[in-house]
């Protein structure tokens, strides 16, 4: 049997066929949602819009305050925008542990993947999975969960990795775009752990004669072949020629989580100080974990750095 062609490719991460077919060779397995499922979390999976394809799981913490309702954080998954998922046995995982440690709903995104759709698709699924949660503010839409137990005056955005650079893009949107018309709706805050920012020229530890073969590089070439300025859109590079002003963040807080061996840790730095000097009115907030690699947390959920990162995030969302 002839070896299918390649289009193109990341080799070890994802491979296009010029038949259409595409192979993630790191994509983990399928989880199912439980109701009954651990002792501390339940979990459910809905859908959030047919035509463009967007659902999500529901988390929510066990045994409900009886007195309070929860903050919500509507979170973005990472994987380069083009693998991993919601649904899949490392965020299952990750968030049965998160949600176990922290009192709060958690509506982790299923946004749609590159090559099949390419950026800009996932950072308008993302703003739309926000919109329809602020939705429920006014009572207009049927997810129960939201309804009963949300606080809709503490939503919170969150992702890692790519999910961190889409979490920055969702938050810049929410500054020009009513999340809500009417209703207590307030994006508190936002938490970009380990996120993906890039640009042309070559910071810190990066290397300067290989920077256009970095992974980096490669990857926003694939998951968005047409992006107007290639490598200094202001969507990966919040800082490029002629990129909208932080200042116009549509959050009042950011934490920024970064792990001192992560090889895009510099770029979490940069664009830390970049943001203190953007003229934004929030309050942000730098956390670091010496020693560590680019999204230990969601890999090993139950270590001690993992919970100790969490915490960080408990005190962030809840303070």
Known sequence: M?????????????????????????????????????????????????NPSISARLYLPKPLPQTHKLPILVYFHG???????????????????????????????????????YLPAAYDDCFAALQWVASHSSNNTTEPWLIDYGDFSRIFIGGDSAGGNIVHNVAMRAGSEALEEGGNVNLLGAIYVHPYFYSSEAIGS????????????IVWDFVYPNAPGGINNPMVNPFAPGAPSLASLGCS????????NDSIRDRGIWFFEGLNKS????????????????????FHPETEKAKKITDRMASFILH
């Open 2 to 50: 002839a070896s299918k062609e390649i289009e193109k490719e990341i080799p070890t991460y994802i491979t296009l066929y010029k038949d259409g077919t595409v192979d993630r060779p790191r994509q983990t397995p399928y989880a199912a949602p439980s109701l009954d499922g651990t002792p501390h979390v339940s979990s459910k999976d809905i859908i959030i819009s047919q």
């Open 79 to 117: 994987g380069g925008f083009f693998f991993e998922s919601a649904f899949s046995e490392l965020y299952h995982n990750y968030f049965n542990t998160f949600v176990s440690r922290l009192p709060v709903i958690v509506v982790s995104v299923e946004y749609r993947l590159a090559p099949e759709h």
């Open 206 to 217: 990066e290397s300067v004669s290989e920077h256009e073969k970095s992974l980096g590089y």
């Open 253 to 260: 807080k950011i934490l920024v989580c970064l792990a001192g």
């Open 279 to 298: 003229g934004w009115k929030g309050k942000s907030e730098l956390f670091e974990e010496a020693g560590e690699d680019h999204v230990y947390h969601i």
